[in-house]
């Protein structure tokens, strides 16, 4: 095993590098370079890495509030399918970071501003006027609904997104979709 496979169609995208899981679940065992930038790491991330499950329905649809019943159906079917490999120090370079944080803060922005706006409406309705109510009642939904859309920053921010790898579906390798050329050169027992 050990040895990295380039290319050859892992998946139909024409340049996916796929990495053996015991590679990336070693520590230090993964180049130096970002593998999205090619730059110079400035950290490494330790982080669980899935592979992608396809679910019948629409994205839209897990997100909204009217597609919770469905979507509780299928995290089962996901939890089956779904394979993890243990990343262990994935090289972030200054860019990475930054993007993942940026995102990751709109998110927490959108969530705690959105409760905010959510609790703070009904506490206000509870001491208010009548009059006031209706008003409140809009303040009240417009935070709910942009508590649930702190889901599409916050996923933007994923380790995954950031990196451009997945899990294989059937586990026991990461793929990594248009590598850099520095973070290609160092790995190990490279076929190309
Ligand atoms: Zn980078």
Redesign the pocket.
Known sequence: MGSVAVGEGAQRRPNVVALPAELVERPGGLPSH??????P?VRRADFALQSKVRIEGSRLRQVGVLGAVGTAERLGQHAKKVRVTHVKGW???????R?RAAWLTVSCVMFFGGLLAFAGSLIAGVLAEKGTVPALAGVAVAGFVVMILAAFPFALGSMAR??GASTAPEGGEVRVVNP?QAFVAELPGRTD
């Open positions: 970002c593998a999205r930038h090619g730059l790491a090289p972030l370079c200054t860019v990475c970071s993007t950031i990196i850099s």
